[in-house]
């Protein structure tokens, strides 16, 4: 077995300062373009770094998980764009993470609430009760073969992080 990391991470602040953009659309807000670089350092500091990531193709998700990437030197190609993770409901979130590559040790998810609070749930087994504000960060290990094989079970809760923590 090898032992794995799953990283999922809610989107960080979001605009609605203009209320004729779609959801779909919206940019992130000046605390947002703030907090997703200060993440992406606690990541680089914590030296956990993914090395697949799947995202929300939403433009706040989008910008937030490019800011990581810019912050901490990741290779854009590393990331995958999955519209069910805007569109979908949380259990995507986990068929996600089942179909990255066993050459990961390392992925991550950024997506929305609620379906980012619904997964962080399901792999905590429910330990975990926290709300998961913008840009926060949560960590499980897994001991799995292959990503298509992990289950909720398999996961233990290592830690959660949110940009109010670090400031």
Known sequence: MKNRKILVMRHAKSSWSDSDLKDFDRPLNKRGEKDAPRMGRYLAEAGILPEQIVASPATR???TILAVADTVKLEPSIIKWNEDLYFGSSGAYL???QGCSDLAN?????GHNPMTERLIYALSA?????TVPTAAIACFSADVDSWSDLKPEDCTFEWFVKPKDLK
């Open 126 to 130: 429910d330990s975990f009760n926290d």
């Open 61 to 63: 998700a989008k910008a």
């Open 106 to 110: 390392v992925v991550m998810t950024i």
């Open 95 to 97: 068929e996600a993470i």
